[in-house]
Nanobody, 119 residues
Framework: QVQLVESGGGLVQAGGSLRLSCAASGLTFNNYDMGWFRRAPGKEREFVAAINWTGGLRNYADSVKGRCAISRDNAKNTVYLQMNSLKPEDTAVYYC????????????WGQGTQVTVSS
C-alpha cells in the first residue's frame, strides 16, 4: 500500500531553519505530483508548497514564498521542504501528500510531522 512518511520536524527558535523530508513507498513516485500542507492549532489545513512530477514546476503559498523551497529526488522517492527564517506562525503539523500527475486531488497523505517555532 502507499505510504508517505514525514520526518525532520522539531522545535526551533524564530529565525531558524528546518528541512522536512517525506519518503514515499508503494507508488511509482515519478508519476506523482507532491505537496506539503500544514494545520496549525485551531485552524484549517492549508497549502504550503507543491512540486510536479518532474520537479520542474513549483508553487508556494504567499505566506512562505521566499522562505521555503520544495524539491524532490525521484531516485530516492523523497520530497523535501526546506524552511528558513521560521516564524512562530509557522508552528503546525506538516503533511506531505501525493496526487497522480494531471489529477486534481491529493489522494494520499502522510501522518504529519510537528514543527514548533518559539519566539
Amino acid at each position: 500500500q502507499v505510504q508517505l512518511v514525514e520526518s525532520g520536524g522539531g522545535l526551533v527558535q524564530a529565525g531558524g531553519s528546518l528541512r522536512l523530508s517525506c519518503a514515499a513507498s508503494g507508488l511509482t513516485f515519478n508519476n506523482y505530483d507532491m505537496g506539503w500542507f500544514r494545520r496549525a492549532p485551531g485552524k484549517e489545513r492549508e497549502f504550503v508548497a507543491a512540486i510536479n512530477w518532474t520537479g520542474g514546476l513549483r508553487n508556494y503559498a504567499d505566506s512562505v514564498k521566499g522562505r521555503c523551497a520544495i524539491s524532490r529526488d525521484n531516485a530516492k522517492n523523497t520530497v523535501y521542504l526546506q524552511m528558513n527564517s521560521l516564524k512562530p506562525e509557522d508552528t503546525a503539523v506538516y503533511y506531505c501528500a501525493a496526487k497522480r500527475k494531471a489529477m486534481g486531488l491529493y489522494g494520499y497523505w502522510g501522518q504529519g510531522t510537528q514543527v514548533t517555532v518559539s519566539s
